[in-house]
Every structure is written in structure tokens, then in C-alpha cells.
């Protein structure tokens, strides 16, 4: 297997190659180990087991560690930091470029998922034969990860993955990140992202292992790893909601869309595993209290990795069109054979048992207004809406691939297809909340007048603003329908269930002294409140956003003395500019070589500046020896002129020799004056700079009252051809100003002021939530130490 490993390995064998060599080659036998004392029921091979797996884990944290160290010093030897780093970024974003392409992000993945398969094989709490599987599983996806490495390694040298590259080669800065990933936000996202991700790698092994125990006729080791399993999925939930908001604050300022969700391909994909996530840990705890679900538990919580590697496809395939879709290269084949073989062990068992047997008779209830009844609608729910999702991003592939033609699914088919959905689960997820309380009239008459005020609600809409849609009269009839509802839907069902979840709290609180227990419960009303503040925010939100357009001409002549004042195309509000300003990244001085550096660089016409230490004039040609080194600059006496002891900036093209003579040059630099000046006051044509930041100051009115002021900016990438967004953002209690500008130059600039309602309710509710959880968990641990 070694021997095949290195055959896979790139032309050069690197440090940091070589330790995933070894990871893969240990994990692989740790997999195989652990498999085999499964079948065979013995422990034999317990001390093996536990240094190859901890070999494995070790090695992709060091390389892991090394990758991230080559970004901090800039080590452009290395491909995968030439093309993900540069000199001028700040330590945060050299950090954020470790994952920021495929390479990188999968070795982290691996890392921390490495991690959490070698704990349970170490661990005393998850020992026994039928656990031995599920460590077999879970190190047998590392090591998938780990081969992928191996043939798409994140320490290729650049000379071998760029052709025409000589030997040692040392470029003196990198290509740069790519801007969208320059953000605060965006440095923490993938990291939480991926360390959600890991966590679910043990509940899908183990939802796997539950079946396969089943039809060997054994026991089931489900149960008795079940509280750690919930564990692990709260903490992944907690993880993954934490992402997806920060990936949405992302989106509403980096990008300058004004909006935290368009349905893009990435965000939807992100979407899906959460929600069956959620469905998961309904039904699991159901489980762990009730017995039901005794087949659906395990194979949700199996059928959640799937999903993980099915939204990563979609990041990364290039299939699906995306802002998001950072990282380039493709997904491989690695990523295909996780998502086809995790797929038919997760879905393939569990269906096949369930075919066998008969079906999952996990509720006897009969009632069907009951608990049981009312938790299974709950979670089918969650199912719907994750299957809603997923069939928006696969229709227009496969549609594509069948006839040729390409379509696309638009917003209407995510909002009008779900809106019904959540509508409903609110209000059935009310009912649950009054039945648990033991106030079953009281249930079923609330809940028929939420019903009907709910329907009533539907036609009332003051303006067209308040309908879901505008459909045309082709549309499907769903579109039709559901678009023709007002949104004041929402607010009888959304109501009703944060009502009732609170009249649930208090009513179970009551008189309990015990304080694990009410934080627990304040848990559980922290988040299915923040759910319904969520919901009622983001349905009112885009349809009552209202924007206006301001166009500023003359920038150059801001302050000179006078400020400019124009007004928005609807008369609403008047924008003042009271300053602009550009600046460059690198700047002339940053970007220029040092003499030592202009060998190495290998550029036929370097920009190189130094201390002119020495004047010649050789063959009718004045030469200046820059920081007393063999590197010269040289041009026509008519054209050029030097001072020593002067600081020069000059580009021109390089002419090298090959000489030994002591004080001889070992290259020139030929210039003229167009391209030679001092640092004080550099040349303005011989370089461009990365970036290009255009800033303005601004003060908005709204009438004679202020609304805001401060600085929007719009940066331009001339690596990439890339156009960067700052907005100004006024945030209030009943909603935001957003103010961006589309384009920024000394010429002009043209603005959109938008009015957000509600929009910091979607935060809160969000925040809420997570908050909630946290409360649930620190609830359930300290009920369990007593």
C-alpha cells in the first residue's frame, strides 16, 4: 500500500507531502485493523490499532500546522501559498488563505476530523466489539481525505505545478487571496463550517454500524452511545447555525448585495444538511425518551454526512453557479467516492432493513392528535424543506443533462414551495407545545382559531407589497396560490408558536427548583422563539425593502472647497459628499524589488529600487550601483541622471553576465527617465497596484433630518478583475439603512440607499437560538454530573 501511496505522489516529494503520505498509509491500516477485530470479535489488536490511529491524527495535524506556518512567512515556494497568499495581507487573511482553495479546506477537514474518529478509538467510554465499526468508518474517512491529499497535494513546489518554472525558484510575493475571502467574518466561517462537519462523521458511522448490526442479528451499540451522539449533533448544530449566520452577515456587507440570502447554490447547499440536522435531533431525542424512531433515528443521523459531502460538491464542482464558489480545481474523484459510497450506506441500509421488515412500527399511538403523531408531522416537515432545497439545486443539472437546455431555479421556487411548509409546522409545532402541557381543548380550539385567522390573514393585503409573489398566469399553480397569500400570514401561526412555547416554559418551570432543569427548558424557549422572531423578520423583510439611486458626478473636485449635493431619483433622500480619497495596495515603494531580490524574481522587466552608491559611465552610458550590490542601473546619459546617496525607484529590462571579476556587475537594470524617480516621488506608470480603494464620505438626509453619515467604499482588484463592496449601515431597532455604492472614481459614483426592515430581528432571532442551545447544553451536563 506504501508503495502505491508514493506512486501517487507528485514529482517532488515534500515535508508536508510526506506526512500525509504517512497519515494516509496509517489511517488506511488503522481502518483495516479496526474492521477486521469487528468481524472477528476479538481485541487483539487494541495496541496497533491505537498507534496507527494516533500516528495518522498526528501527522495531518503537524502538516496541518506546517501549511499554516509557510502562510505566515510567506513561504511562495510552496504553489498552494503563491496562490492563496501575498505579502500585503494582514496575519488574519494569510491564516484564512490555509483554507481557502480545495487543497487546504480538505486537509482541515481532515484534521479536525482525524481528530474526532482517533478520541472515540482512545476513549474508554467507546470501547466494545460493535464500536469497533464505527472507528473503522469513521478513520476510513480520513483516510479518503488523506489519499486525495496525497494526489492533489496542498505542498506541490511551484516549480512543478507550473510549467516553465526553473529549479529553486523563488517568487518574491504571492498571487494574492481571493478578495471576497478578505473579511473578518469570512476568516472564522469555514473553520466553524468544517468543524461541524467533523463532528458528524461519528453519528453517520454510527447510524451505519446500527444497521449493519441489525442484520447480523447483534446487538447495537446505538444506544449506548446515543448521549454522546446528541452531544456531538447539538454541538454540530450550535456549529453550523454559528456559520451560516456569519457566512449571511458576510453576504450583506462584503458583497454589497444588501441581503443575507439569495438562495444562492452554496447557501442553499449549506441549508440542507442543517435542516436534516434539526429533524435528527428531534428525532434522536424522541428516541433516547420514548423509544420511537427506532429505525429513523440511526438512519438520519447516518444520512447527514451524505449530505455534508453533497453540499461540498456543490462548492466546489464549478456544476452549480455560485459567488461562493471560491476554491478552483474541481472536486475530484475523492469527494465523488465519499458521496457514492457514504450515500448507499446511509440510505441503501437503512431502506433495505426497512423493506425487509416490514417498517418502523416505532409509535403505537393511534391518536392522531397526539404527541406522536405531532412530532412525526414536525420532523417529516424539516424533510420536506430539506428535499425542497435539494431539489432546487438538481433540477436544472438534470434537466441540463437530459435535453441540452439549460434552465435555472429562481427564488420563487425555495420561498412559495417552503412559505406553506413553515406556516404549518408553526402551527402544528403550537399545538405539540399545548398538548405537552396536558391542555388538549385547549389545543385543539387554539389551534383551530390560529387556523382560521391564519386563512383569513392570507387575503388581506393592504398593498401589493404585501403579497409573497407576483406570479404571471402560466406559473404552476402552487406559484399561483401561494403568491397570492399576504404575508400577514405568518404572524397568526409565528405568534401562536412563540406563545405557546413560552406558556410550555413557564408551566414546566413552575415550582422546579432545580436549576440544570430550567436552564434546560430556558434552552429549549430560547430557541423556538428566536425561530418565530426569525421567520416573521426575514418574510417581512425583502418584501417591504424600498430602494432609491443617487448618482454623484466630479469627485475630484470634492473639497475644492465646496461639497457635493445631489439627490435620489425619488425625490427621498439628498446625499452630501464631503470627501474622497483613493489609496493602492501595494503601493510603488512596497512593490519594488530589492537588488538581492531582482536575481531570483526571474522578471525580464523588474521594478527595483536601493541607495545609488556608486557612478559610472561606461561606453556612453551612465550606471548606478544600488545598495552597494552587483546589481546596476544603467541608461543614456540624455535620458538619465543619479545622485549618490539618492533613493530610486526604476523599472526596466534586466540584462545579466556571468562574471566572477571582483566589484563587476552582475546584471543591469536599462531605464529611462519616464521610468526612474526617488521615493519621495516614484515614477506614476511602472506599477499597478493589486488593489484600488476608492473612499467617500458621506452624510444621507432624509428631508431636513439626518439619517446617516460616514465612509462607503468600493475597492477594485486588478489581479482578478474583481469589484469589492463597503456599505454604510445604519442599524435600528425597526431596521437598517444600507447605503453602497455600485462604482467609485474620481469621476463619480453611483449610490443605492435601501431601507431594510426588521432586519436586526433576524440576528437576534438567529442569536437566540444559538443562545438557547447553549443553555441546553450546559443544562443537560450538569444534570447528568448530578
Same mark, same amino acid.
Given at each position: 500500500?506504501?508503495?502505491?501511496?508514493?506512486?501517487?505522489? &507528485?514529482?517532488?516529494?515534500?515535508?508536508?507531502?510526506?506526512?500525509?503520505?504517512?497519515a494516509?498509509?496509517t489511517?488506511?491500516?488503522?481502518?483495516?485493523?479496526?474492521?477486521y477485530?469487528?468481524?472477528?470479535?476479538?481485541?487483539?489488536?487494541?495496541?496497533?490499532?491505537?498507534?496507527t490511529?494516533?500516528?495518522?491524527?498526528?501527522?495531518?495535524?503537524?502538516?496541518?500546522?506546517?501549511?499554516?506556518?509557510?502562510?505566515?512567512?510567506?513561504?511562495?515556494?510552496n =504553489?498552494?501559498v503563491?496562490?492563496?497568499?501575498?505579502?500585503?495581507?494582514?496575519?488574519?487573511?494569510?491564516?484564512?488563505?490555509?483554507y481557502?482553495?480545495?487543497?487546504?479546506s480538505?486537509?482541515?477537514?481532515?484534521?479536525?476530523t482525524?481528530?474526532?474518529?482517533?478520541?472515540?478509538?482512545?476513549?474508554?467510554?467507546?470501547? *466494545?466489539?460493535?464500536?469497533?465499526?464505527v472507528?473503522?468508518?469513521?478513520?476510513?474517512?480520513?483516510?479518503?481525505?488523506?489519499?486525495?491529499?496525497?494526489?492533489?497535494?496542498?505542498?506541490?513546489?511551484?516549480?512543478?505545478?507550473?510549467?516553465?518554472?526553473?529549479?529553486?525558484y523563488?517568487?518574491p510575493?504571492?498571487? *494574492?487571496?481571493?478578495?471576497?475571502?478578505?473579511?473578518?467574518?469570512?476568516?472564522?466561517?469555514?473553520?466553524?463550517?468544517?468543524?461541524?462537519?467533523?463532528?458528524?462523521?461519528?453519528?453517520?458511522?454510527?447510524?451505519?454500524?446500527?444497521?449493519?448490526?441489525?442484520?447480523? *442479528?447483534q446487538?447495537?451499540?446505538?444506544?449506548?452511545?446515543?448521549?454522546?451522539?446528541?452531544?456531538?449533533?447539538?454541538?454540530?448544530?450550535?456549529?453550523?447555525?454559528?456559520?451560516?449566520?456569519?457566512?449571511?452577515?458576510?453576504?450583506?456587507?462584503?458583497?454589497?448585495?444588501?441581503?443575507?440570502?439569495?438562495?444562492?447554490?452554496?447557501?442553499?447547499?449549506?441549508l440542507?444538511p442543517?435542516?436534516?440536522?434539526?429533524?435528527?435531533?428531534? =428525532?434522536?431525542?424522541?428516541?433516547?425518551?420514548?423509544?420511537?424512531?427506532?429505525?429513523?433515528?440511526?438512519?438520519?443521523?447516518?444520512?447527514?454526512?451524505?449530505?455534508?459531502?453533497?453540499?461540498t460538491?456543490?462548492?466546489?464542482?464549478?456544476?452549480?453557479?455560485?459567488?461562493?464558489?471560491?476554491?478552483?480545481?474541481?472536486?475530484?474523484?475523492?469527494?465523488?467516492?465519499?458521496?457514492?459510497?457514504?450515500?448507499?450506506?446511509?440510505?441503501?441500509?437503512?431502506?433495505?432493513?426497512?423493506?425487509?421488515?416490514?417498517?418502523?412500527?416505532?409509535?403505537?399511538?393511534?391518536?392522531?392528535?397526539?404527541?406522536? &403523531?405531532?412530532?412525526?408531522?414536525?420532523?417529516?416537515?424539516?424533510?420536506v424543506?430539506?428535499f425542497i432545497?435539494?431539489?432546487g439545486?438538481l433540477?436544472?443539472?438534470?434537466?441540463?443533462?437530459?435535453?441540452?437546455?439549460?434552465?435555472?431555479?429562481?427564488?420563487?421556487?425555495?420561498?412559495?414551495?417552503?412559505?406553506?411548509?413553515?406556516?404549518?409546522?408553526?402551527?402544528?409545532?403550537?399545538?405539540?407545545?399545548?398538548?405537552?402541557?396536558?391542555k388538549?381543548?385547549?389545543?385543539? *380550539?387554539?389551534?383551530?382559531?390560529?387556523?382560521?385567522?391564519?386563512?383569513?390573514?392570507?387575503?388581506?393585503?393592504?398593498?401589493?407589497?404585501?403579497?409573497?409573489?407576483?406570479p404571471?398566469?402560466?406559473?404552476?399553480?402552487?406559484?399561483?396560490?401561494?403568491?397570492?397569500?399576504?404575508?400577514?400570514?405568518?404572524?397568526? &401561526?409565528?405568534?401562536?408558536?412563540a406563545?405557546?412555547?413560552?406558556?410550555?416554559f413557564?408551566?414546566?418551570?413552575?415550582?422546579?427548583?432545580?436549576?440544570?432543569?430550567?436552564m434546560?427548558?430556558?434552552?429549549?424557549?430560547?430557541?423556538?422563539?428566536?425561530?418565530?422572531?426569525?421567520?416573521?423578520?426575514?418574510?417581512?423583510?425583502?418584501?417591504?425593502a424600498?430602494?432609491?439611486?443617487?448618482?454623484?458626478?466630479?469627485?475630484?473636485?470634492?473639497?475644492?472647497?465646496? @461639497?457635493?449635493?445631489?439627490?435620489?431619483?425619488?425625490?427621498?433622500?439628498?446625499?452630501e459628499?464631503?470627501?474622497?480619497?483613493?489609496?493602492?495596495?501595494?503601493?510603488?515603494?512596497?512593490?519594488?524589488?530589492?537588488?538581492?531580490?531582482?536575481?531570483?524574481?526571474?522578471?525580464?522587466?523588474?521594478?527595483?529600487?536601493?541607495?545609488?552608491?556608486?557612478?559610472?559611465?561606461?561606453?556612453?552610458t551612465?550606471?548606478?550601483?544600488l545598495?552597494?550590490?552587483?546589481?546596476?542601473?544603467?541608461?543614456?546619459?540624455n535620458?538619465?541622471s543619479?545622485?549618490?546617496?539618492?533613493?530610486?525607484?526604476?523599472?526596466?529590462?534586466?540584462?545579466?553576465?556571468?562574471?566572477?571579476?571582483?566589484?563587476?556587475?552582475?546584471?543591469?537594470?536599462?531605464t529611462?527617465?519616464?521610468?526612474?524617480?526617488?521615493?519621495?516621488?516614484?515614477?506614476?506608470?511602472?506599477?499597478?497596484?493589486?488593489?484600488?480603494?476608492?473612499?467617500?464620505?458621506? @452624510?444621507?438626509?432624509?428631508?431636513?433630518e439626518?439619517?446617516?453619515?460616514? @465612509?462607503? =467604499?468600493?475597492?477594485?482588484?486588478?489581479?482578478?478583475?474583481?469589484n469589492?463592496?463597503?456599505?454604510?449601515i445604519?442599524?435600528?431597532?425597526?431596521?437598517?439603512?444600507?447605503?453602497?455604492?455600485?462604482?467609485?472614481?474620481?469621476?463619480?459614483?453611483?449610490?443605492?440607499?435601501?431601507?431594510?426592515?426588521?432586519?436586526?430581528?433576524?440576528?437576534?432571532?438567529?442569536?437566540?437560538?444559538?443562545?438557547?442551545?447553549?443553555?441546553?447544553?450546559?443544562?443537560?451536563?450538569?444534570?447528568?454530573?448530578?
Open positions: 500500500m506504501m508503495g502505491t501511496l508514493l506512486s501517487m505522489v &507528485p514529482a517532488s516529494l515534500t515535508g508536508g507531502t510526506l506526512l500525509i503520505i504517512v494516509a498509509f489511517g488506511a491500516l488503522a481502518t483495516v485493523l479496526l474492521f477485530s469487528y468481524l472477528a470479535e476479538t481485541d487483539e489488536f487494541r495496541k496497533p490499532i491505537l498507534l490511529s494516533g500516528i495518522a491524527t498526528v501527522s495531518l495535524v503537524i502538516a496541518h500546522l506546517y501549511l499554516t506556518y509557510q502562510f505566515i512567512v510567506g513561504d511562495y515556494t =504553489a498552494y503563491y496562490q492563496n497568499s501575498a505579502d500585503h495581507l494582514d496575519l488574519l487573511y494569510k491564516i484564512t488563505g490555509v481557502a482553495n480545495h487543497e487546504g480538505i486537509l482541515f477537514w481532515a484534521t479536525l482525524a481528530i474526532v474518529a482517533t478520541y472515540t478509538v482512545y476513549s474508554s467510554r467507546f470501547q *466494545g466489539l460493535g464500536s469497533r465499526l472507528q473503522s468508518l469513521s478513520l476510513g474517512v480520513v483516510t479518503t481525505f488523506a489519499v486525495m491529499l496525497v494526489t492533489q497535494s496542498p505542498f506541490t513546489p511551484i516549480e512543478v505545478a507550473r510549467s516553465g518554472v526553473p529549479d529553486n523563488v517568487p510575493d504571492g498571487s *494574492g487571496l481571493n478578495p471576497l475571502l478578505i473579511d473578518p467574518w469570512m476568516a472564522i466561517h469555514p473553520p466553524i463550517t468544517f468543524a461541524s462537519y467533523a463532528l458528524l462523521v461519528v453519528p453517520f458511522a454510527l447510524g451505519v454500524t446500527h444497521f449493519v448490526a441489525l442484520f447480523r *442479528g446487538d447495537s451499540v446505538f444506544r449506548e452511545w446515543l448521549p454522546s451522539m446528541i452531544l456531538w449533533l447539538r454541538v454540530s448544530w450550535l456549529l453550523l447555525t454559528a456559520a451560516i449566520l456569519f457566512g449571511a452577515i458576510w453576504a450583506y456587507g462584503v458583497l454589497g448585495w444588501g441581503g443575507f440570502w439569495s438562495w444562492d447554490p452554496v447557501e442553499t447547499a449549506v440542507i442543517w435542516l436534516w440536522l434539526t429533524a435528527t435531533l428531534h =428525532a434522536a431525542n424522541r428516541y433516547s425518551k420514548t423509544g420511537e424512531y427506532k429505525l429513523f433515528a440511526p438512519a438520519a443521523a447516518a444520512i447527514i454526512f451524505p449530505l455534508i459531502i453533497f453540499a460538491t456543490v462548492v466546489r464542482s464549478g456544476v452549480f453557479r455560485s459567488v461562493h464558489s471560491f476554491a478552483a480545481g474541481g472536486i475530484g474523484a475523492g469527494v465523488l467516492f465519499l458521496l457514492v459510497v457514504t450515500g448507499i450506506l446511509a440510505v441503501g441500509l437503512p431502506l433495505a432493513y426497512w423493506l425487509l421488515n416490514g417498517g418502523d412500527e416505532s409509535s403505537t399511538d393511534r391518536d392522531w392528535l397526539s404527541h406522536g &403523531p405531532i412530532f412525526h408531522a414536525v420532523v417529516l416537515s424539516f424533510a424543506l430539506a432545497s435539494v431539489w439545486l433540477f436544472p443539472v438534470v434537466r441540463s443533462t437530459i435535453t441540452g437546455v439549460e434552465v435555472s431555479v429562481g427564488q420563487d421556487h425555495y420561498n412559495l414551495w417552503s412559505y406553506p411548509v413553515v406556516v404549518a409546522m408553526l402551527i402544528v409545532g403550537g399545538l405539540y407545545a399545548l398538548l405537552d402541557m396536558r388538549r381543548r385547549l389545543a385543539i *380550539g387554539a389551534t383551530v382559531a390560529v387556523t382560521v385567522a391564519t386563512l383569513i390573514a392570507a387575503f388581506i393585503a393592504p398593498s401589493g407589497n404585501w403579497y409573497l409573489s407576483d404571471a398566469a402560466h406559473d404552476p399553480i402552487v406559484y399561483r396560490v401561494v403568491g397570492n397569500m399576504s404575508v400577514l400570514s405568518i404572524v397568526p &401561526p409565528a405568534l401562536f408558536f406563545g405557546t412555547w413560552t406558556a410550555r413557564v408551566s414546566r418551570a413552575k415550582g422546579v427548583p432545580s436549576r440544570s432543569f430550567q434546560r427548558e430556558a434552552g429549549i424557549l430560547l430557541i423556538h422563539v428566536g425561530a418565530a422572531v426569525m421567520i416573521i423578520a426575514i418574510s417581512f423583510i425583502y418584501l417591504f424600498a430602494s432609491s439611486s443617487v448618482v454623484v458626478v466630479g469627485l475630484e473636485d470634492v473639497g475644492n472647497p465646496d @461639497t457635493i449635493v445631489e439627490e435620489s431619483d425619488d425625490g427621498q433622500y439628498t446625499v459628499v464631503t470627501g474622497y480619497d483613493s489609496d493602492t495596495t501595494p503601493g510603488v515603494e512596497e512593490a519594488a524589488l530589492t537588488p538581492e531580490e531582482v536575481l531570483t524574481a526571474y522578471e525580464d522587466t523588474p521594478l527595483v529600487r536601493g541607495e545609488v552608491t556608486a557612478i559610472d559611465q561606461i561606453e556612453g551612465t550606471v548606478a550601483q545598495d552597494g550590490s552587483d546589481i546596476w542601473l544603467a541608461g543614456s546619459p535620458s538619465v543619479f545622485e549618490e546617496g539618492e533613493e530610486v525607484i526604476a523599472r526596466g529590462t534586466l540584462f545579466e553576465f556571468d562574471s566572477e571579476a571582483d566589484g563587476e556587475a552582475e546584471a543591469y537594470v536599462y529611462d527617465e519616464e521610468n526612474l524617480g526617488t521615493v519621495s516621488d516614484p515614477p506614476s506608470d511602472v506599477h499597478t497596484p493589486r488593489v484600488i480603494d476608492h473612499q467617500m464620505d458621506i @452624510t444621507v438626509y432624509e428631508g431636513d439626518k439619517v446617516t453619515s460616514g @465612509t462607503i =467604499a468600493a475597492q477594485d482588484h486588478t489581479d482578478n478583475e474583481m469589492t463592496n463597503d456599505p454604510l445604519q442599524r435600528g431597532l425597526t431596521g437598517d439603512t444600507y447605503v453602497v455604492a455600485t462604482e467609485i472614481d474620481e469621476i463619480g459614483a453611483g449610490l443605492t440607499i435601501t431601507e431594510y426592515p426588521l432586519a436586526n430581528q433576524i440576528w437576534f432571532g438567529v442569536i437566540m437560538g444559538m443562545v438557547g442551545m447553549v443553555l441546553l447544553l450546559v443544562g443537560d451536563r450538569r444534570r447528568n454530573a448530578n
